[in-house]
């Protein structure tokens, strides 16, 4: 399959961890986004990088979150001392330029903070 | 905010063909319309896209109204696997502005 492919696809953790996530973007893709979806919501925007360049960030990315692209090819997402107000589906997709330029997505990774 | 408003929900039959409406009475003249489907707990999946000229792929047909206020995504024959909450979405492909900005979508159920 050669999709966008997120690491986990669930995760569990107690209020106060750290969690990180993956993201493998499509191979000839050079840029990438992350999004947050809570229940009963649309997909919210968080970050964008477009090869190893972070060019956008959402207010909601708060201090604990931190994405990075070290080599412009998979990303991780991390969220630092979770809270229970973190627990939503993280989603990732990337789209390669064009005038058409269009976002596939991944499965997502579902984090359930207790 | 979404710059785009859909009904909240809508039934179809099986077998039928499902018109998904939305109004993007603001769009902009360089901004595409894009349909997503999301599955329950699954990723949200391209369905397709336009900017001025009516489009047809294997999934759907989108049909852009003349001043672009407007669009349907047409599902020809909706099976049980069709029902999704379908997100509209526009966008302008230029810049750095490249985020998707999600409305609630609307959930569509294909009855049997």
């Known amino acids: 399959d050669t999709g966008v492919s997120q690491n986990p696809r669930h995760k569990i953790t107690k209020r106060g961890q750290n969690v990180t996530f993956r993201c493998d973007p499509i191979s000839e893709h050079n840029r990438l986004y992350w999004y947050r979806q809570t229940l009963g919501q649309g997909p919210e925007f968080l970050t964008y990088f477009q090869n190893e360049a972070q060019l956008e960030k959402s207010r909601l990315l708060s201090d604990r979150f931190s994405a990075e692209r070290p080599k412009g090819s998979f990303s991780t997402l991390e969220i630092q001392r979770t809270e229970q107000g973190d627990s939503a589906m993280y989603l990732c997709?990337?789209?390669?330029?064009?005038?058409?330029?269009?976002?596939?997505f991944g499965p997502g990774t579902r984090l359930l903070v207790l | 905010d979404a710059k785009t408003t859909q009904p909240t929900s809508m039934d179809c039959a099986e077998g039928r063909a499902a018109n998904l409406p939305c109004n993007h009475s603001t769009i902009s003249g360089n901004e595409y319309v894009y349909w997503y489907r999301q599955i329950h707990s699954q990723g949200p999946q391209y369905i397709i896209h336009g900017l001025k000229n009516n489009e047809t792929n294997e999934m759907a047909s989108l049909i852009i109204t003349e001043d672009r206020k407007s669009s349907t995504l047409i599902l020809p024959h909706a099976t049980l696997r069709d029902t999704a909450v379908y997100y509209c979405?526009?966008?302008?492909?230029?810049?750095?502005?490249?985020?998707?900005?999600w409305g609630l979508g609307t959930s569509l159920a294909v009855n049997p």
């Open positions: 997709a990337s789209s390669f330029p064009g005038p058409g330029e269009t976002q596939y």
């Open positions: 979405i526009v966008r302008v492909n230029a810049g750095n502005n490249r985020k998707l900005i």
